[in-house]
Structures are given as structure tokens and as C-alpha cells.
């Protein structure tokens, strides 16, 4: 049976859950122009107008358009019409899925251990090497940006950003590669 204090703890907790929702929502609508654009113009890029009868391989179209668009958000305008980048965001989807299944198929209490042996999730780890490649020299830019003043209110918006900026508030270091 709840005690009154609890229901009030309960009442506070939701009150403060439901004022951060509405705050992550409101500065998620900031997004929504920005994510209109992208969608069309890689849309317009995947899917051109097409003459004649073309075969398309819709799978692997939408795969581009869904990166493209998660990347803009994600890592921003240096990133996000990239090739090399968005081939390394589709191919690391696809491998981690595939870990996920393959581990998936072992008991809970094996996949620490299995971990090390499954092939599928070896696969996705080769790919942080190539990630830090294209992102380490991003964050060097944009932590120097913010350093020197560059920045005068008009920052990239996007998640990268939004990380860089909390590091200083919310962790007593910042991460170095």
C-alpha cells in the first residue's frame, strides 16, 4: 500500500518527467525544418525522376535516405552527404543488427563470454577505427571553435554539438583520442 509521502514523491517524480519531456520536445521542433530539408533533398539525390522503366533496389535507396537524414541530425552538415561516411553508417547498422541476432541466439549469461568469438560481433567493431578517423578531427575543430570564440550564438545544430556542449556542464573531463 502507498503511503502518502510515496504518492507524493510519485506525483513530484511524474511532474518532473513530464517538465523535461515537454523541454526535450520543444528543442527537438528546432529539427524539424532542418529534417524536411534533408528528406527532400535526399530523396531528390536516391530517387531521381526516371524517363524509362528503371529497376531500383528500394532497400538499399531507403538504407542512403534513412543514413543521410540520421546523419545530419546526428553528426552534423560536415558529415551528412559524405559517401565514405554514409557507407560506414549503413554498414555498421547492418553489422550490429546482425550481432545482435547472432548473440541473441546464446543464454544471457553466455554473452559476456561469446561475445570475443562471434564473427558478426567482431564485424562491428572494426568500424570504430574508421569512425574516430572521420569524427576525432570534427570534435578538434568544433572544441577549438568553441575555445577561440568562433561561435558567436550560431553553433552547429546537431547532436554532436549538443554533446560537446553539455561535456563541460555535466562530466569533470573531457574525452581525448
Known amino acids: 500500500m502507498k503511503t502518502e509521502t510515496d504518492k507524493e514523491h510519485s506525483s513530484s517524480a511524474k511532474a518532473l518527467e513530464i517538465g523535461w519531456v515537454r523541454k526535450k520536445a520543444?528543442?527537438?521542433?528546432?529539427f524539424v525544418p532542418v529534417l524536411f530539408d534533408t528528406v527532400?533533398?535526399?530523396?531528390?539525390?536516391?530517387?531521381?525522376s526516371y524517363k524509362e522503366w528503371t529497376p531500383v533496389n528500394v532497400n538499399?535507396?531507403?538504407l542512403r535516405v534513412i543514413a543521410k537524414v540520421s546523419n545530419r541530425i546526428f553528426v552534423g552538415p560536415e558529415l551528412w552527404l559524405n559517401e565514405d561516411w554514409i557507407a560506414i553508417s549503413i554498414d555498421y547498422t547492418l553489422k550490429v543488427f546482425a550481432g545482435a541476432n547472432a548473440i541473441g541466439k546464446w543464454r544471457p549469461w553466455l554473452r559476456p563470454y561469446v561475445q570475443y568469438f562471434i564473427k558478426e560481433?567482431?564485424?562491428?567493431?572494426?568500424?570504430?577505427?574508421?569512425?574516430?578517423?572521420f569524427m576525432v578531427p570534427?570534435?578538434?575543430?568544433?572544441r577549438e571553435a568553441m575555445a577561440n570564440g568562433k561561435y558567436d550564438g550560431e553553433r552547429?545544430?546537431?547532436f554532436l554539438q549538443w554533446c560537446l556542449d553539455q561535456e563541460g556542464k555535466t562530466m569533470n573531463r573531457k574525452v581525448e583520442r
Request: charged share 35%; net charge neutral; hydrophobic share 35%.
Open 40 to 48: 527532400d533533398e535526399a530523396l531528390a539525390a536516391d530517387f531521381p
Open 138 to 142: 570534427i570534435i578538434k575543430a568544433r
Open 60 to 62: 538499399q535507396k531507403l
Open 156 to 158: 552547429p545544430d546537431d
Open 121 to 133: 560481433v567482431q564485424n562491428t567493431n572494426k568500424f570504430k577505427q574508421r569512425a574516430e578517423d
Open 26 to 30: 520543444n528543442s527537438c521542433a528546432r
